[in-house]
């Protein structure tokens, strides 16, 4: 039903800006080649936006890359680096991370690997369409817990941000 739903207010992958696909979606990937860890198409980048509980704002898109790349566990200092200059520099404006995002993204990278729980770009998540939230995080080892401990502390660095209001207490 939130997958659904999420399609409805959701982008397309047409509508996607091509330096975005480029970067982050697996089929742009030179065979052997992988540019960033945690590339996913569309569908899978919803369904993880759902599953970490997250919105549609710039905060909420650096936290699901954060965390997606993150839960890889392959993702090194240097292809950190490289991403956050890519999405500071390269994005366009609505894509693009500013200083709030990429604290955010850096936080999720570390926040899914000390997790320690699956790589979540490698998860089907069509097999899962029937398990609630709840079961499916641990299933996948997403600590809720340790979610909502970090939504509280973004909730408190950025106060002002839309995605802060509505984050879970």
Do not use: W
């Not at 809720?144 to 879970?168: D, I, N, V, W």
């Amino acid at each position: 039903m939130a997958y659904a739903h999420l399609q409805q207010i959701g982008l397309r992958q047409e509508q996607i800006p091509f330096i975005v696909q480029l970067i982050e979606n697996p089929r742009f990937e030179l065979p052997g080649i992988e540019i960033f860890p945690g590339a996913t198409d569309l569908p899978t980048h919803d369904c993880i936006h759902i599953l970490l509980g997250r919105g549609l704002a710039s905060i909420d898109e650096a936290f699901v890359l954060g965390y997606t790349m993150g839960s890889t566990n392959r993702l090194n200092a240097t292809e950190e680096a490289l991403y956050t200059f890519f999405a500071r520099n390269f994005y366009p404006e609505g894509y693009k991370f500013g200083d709030d995002e990429v604290r955010v993204f850096r936080d999720a990278v570390r926040l899914a690997y000390i997790t320690g729980g699956a790589s979540l770009a490698e998860v089907d998540y069509r097999q899962y369409y029937d398990k609630t939230l709840k079961e499916l995080r641990q299933q996948l080892g997403i600590d809720e817990g340790l979610l909502r401990a970090y939504y509280s502390l973004e909730k408190k660095r950025f106060p002002t941000h839309a995605a802060s209001q509505r984050l879970l207490a």
